[in-house]
């Protein structure tokens, strides 16, 4: 099988792409012909060596995929030979072959491309559980998005306004914003230059927001925090600014707001029947015509650096997919 690999830490360029043996599924395990792939913004940290997590050398990128089940091993009984499937890995996929345990797919019905599938999983599955298990998102409440046009931005705009609150996008050029109007944002806020805390405010009649969902970090969490409404929640998503804030916990205090921790990528390993609960409402929701991933641009696996080094260069809005 070909794999794109990374065997030292470094830029997207110096990847490689090499033929490798066939894996060969252990008990408990499925092996995927991978039909398509996804990159996030963590792959273009995790080959530098500065994501949360620092895989062994050599290993491929991307966490994401879908495909066809090629080969089962003993004690597999959720999936069989020619099942369509969309999964989800650490780290992996960047490979015509993915060995995947059961709990690491979701059976994908007839009607969804593998290109829309793959790339479902992280950032739609990441939303999803921010707003329906962490912060209990209720219909009619103010949502404000902050990083609207990014990746899981993105998502957060089309899954909060499915669950039927308004959505107040934040971005940083009225191009952005353009962007997320289209994908149903019911007020936008330039936050290059307008006041983030205060905008919030007058977008709410003073109430402030119910939900913040903050994949950014840096200076606007603070500003974000302060708008929150009397028992309102923030969502701590990432942090694509790269600073890490320091936020004063008599805001929270005063506010008698929560702030709560958005770790996707644990969840679903300790709640994997909650993770597959939230893929198959994303799934329905797609089957449905109300969701559709948005991609920014489907490339062949020899251009993966590309693709990286336009996810770097913050040119990307929604997906990018690849295919082996």
């Known amino acids: 099988m070909k794999a794109c690999l990374c065997k030292s830490l470094g830029a997207p360029e110096d990847l490689v792409i090499e033929d490798l043996p066939d894996p060969t599924p252990g008990a408990g395990e499925v092996m995927v012909r991978v039909k398509a792939f996804a990159l996030n913004f963590f792959d273009t940290l995790i080959i530098r060596g500065k994501y949360q ?5 050599p290993f491929s990128p991307s966490a994401e995929f879908a495909g066809v089940v090629e080969a089962i091993g003993e004690g597999v009984e959720q999936f069989a030979a020619g099942d369509r499937v ?54 009619g409440e103010k949502v404000a998005v902050l990083g609207a046009s990014g990746g899981v931005g993105q998502a957060a705009v089309e ?38 805390k205060e905008t919030l405010k007058e977008l709410t009649a003073r109430q402030g927001v119910d939900v913040v969902y903050d994949p950014v970090g840096g200076d606007l969490s603070e500003q974000a925090l302060r708008a ?9 998503v990432g942090f694509a600014a790269g600073d890490i804030p320091k936020i004063p916990l008599n805001i929270i205090m005063l506010k008698g707001c ?12 300790r709640d994997p029947e909650q993770h597959k609960k939230n893929m198959q409402q994303l799934l329905q929701w797609v089957a449905e015509g109300k969701l559709k991933p948005h991609i920014h641009a489907i490339y062949p696996m020899e251009k993966i650096a590309k693709a990286l080094g336009e996810i770097a260069g913050r040119k990307v809005r929604g997906k990018v997919i690849l295919t082996p």
């Open 53 to 57: 997590f620092q895989p062994e050398l």
């Open 86 to 139: 969309m999964g989800y890995v650490r780290w992996g996929a960047a490979r015509e072959l993915v060995v995947a345990t059961e709990d690491d797919l979701v059976k994908l019905p007839d009607g969804i491309s593998f290109e829309d599938a793959a790339g479902l999983a992280v950032t739609y599955g990441t939303t999803l559980h921010a707003f329906r298990d962490r912060a209990h998102l209720a219909e």
């Open 159 to 196: 899954i909060a306004t499915l669950m039927g609150a308004d959505v107040i996008a934040c971005a940083s050029s009225e191009e952005k914003l353009a962007f997320a109007r289209d994908l149903g944002a019911w007020k936008t806020l330039d936050y290059s230059k307008q006041p983030l």
């Open 228 to 236: 929150t409404a009397w028992k309102g929640r923030f969502l701590v």
């Open 258 to 269: 929560d702030v709560l921790g958005v770790f996707w990528g644990d969840a679903v390993v």
